[in-house]
């Protein structure tokens, strides 16, 4: 994780509520679903009423993300993008499952001879 020369920017367009947590998964790295979910518990478990009084004051003070902006990005174009990256994927796995789980069950003679030498 490489966050020399980052700053932390809002990112509004990818945000649920202010975009800080869209703009600390972006100066991190890190997955936004990870970064909300550890805001979330520490916010339950730990410091309920400063991680607040945190999420505000960054929500207030962030300067927003100049990327989205200068890019014409809407918030819709955003997301559908993303959607279908992630069906892609989840495409991609699939054949591969598939073809996995047809190696596996064909009768494959040397497969068979390789899983009886390693008993």
Known sequence: MNMRGRKFEVDRANGKV?????????????????VRVGLVLATLTIAFPWSVIAY???AFFGQPDRRGASYGLSRS?????AREEARERVRNLDLRMQAIETYVTSSNSKLAREIEELR
């Not at 202010?18 to 990870?34: E, F, P, Y």
């Not at 174009?77 to 993008?81: A, E, F």
């Open 18 to 34: 202010a975009g800080v947590c869209a703009g600390i998964a972006n100066m991190t790295g890190w997955d936004v679903t990870i």
């Open 56 to 58: 505000a004051a960054a």
């Open 77 to 81: 174009s955003g997301r559908s993008t």
